[in-house]
Nanobody, 126 residues
Framework: QVQLVESGGGLVQAGGSLRLSCAAS????????MGWFRQPPGKEREFVAA????????YYADSVKGRFTISRDNAKNTVNLQMNNLEPGDTAVYYC???????????????????WGQGTQVTVSS
C-alpha cells in the first residue's frame, strides 16, 4: 500500500506560480514512477506530468510544457510540481499518483496508476 498526500494548492492570479508537493509513505517510493494529473470542473481527469523512478526522465502534457516542472526526492519520498505562468485553464483539482507496474510509455494513462492522493485544488483567476 502507498499513501499519497498532496499539498500546496490555492488561489493565484494568472501569471503567478504555485508549487505542489506530494508526500508518499508505505511501499518503496523509489520503485514507482510518479505522476500528476488534474481534473478541471466538469471534465475528465487528465495527465499533467510524470517522472521516472530515478528522476532522470520526465514527461509533460503539451498544455503545460515549458511552464510546469516535475521533480522528485527519493530520500524524502516526495514529488513536486512547480507551476509557473499559470493560466485560468489550469484551474483544477490536482492529483498525485504512483505507478508500480506496466511499461514507461503508459505514464500518460490514468488507468495505469496504482495509487492516488486525495487531490488539492488549484484556482487561477484572470
Amino acid at each position: 500500500q502507498v499513501q499519497l498526500v498532496e499539498s500546496g494548492g490555492g488561489l493565484v492570479q494568472a501569471g503567478g506560480s504555485l508549487r505542489l508537493s506530494c508526500a508518499a509513505s508505505g511501499r518503496a517510493f523509489s520503485s514507482g514512477m510518479m505522476g500528476w494529473f488534474r481534473q478541471p470542473p466538469g471534465k475528465e481527469r487528465e495527465f499533467v506530468a510524470a517522472i521516472s523512478r530515478s528522476g532522470a526522465n520526465t514527461y509533460y502534457a503539451d498544455s503545460v510544457k515549458g511552464r510546469f516542472t516535475i521533480s522528485r526526492d527519493n530520500a524524502k519520498n516526495t514529488v513536486n510540481l512547480q507551476m509557473n505562468n499559470l493560466e485560468p485553464g489550469d484551474t483544477a483539482v490536482y492529483y498525485c499518483a504512483a505507478k508500480y507496474s506496466g511499461p514507461y510509455y503508459t505514464v500518460r494513462s490514468k488507468d495505469e496508476y496504482d495509487y492516488w492522493g486525495q487531490g488539492t485544488q488549484v484556482t487561477v483567476s484572470s
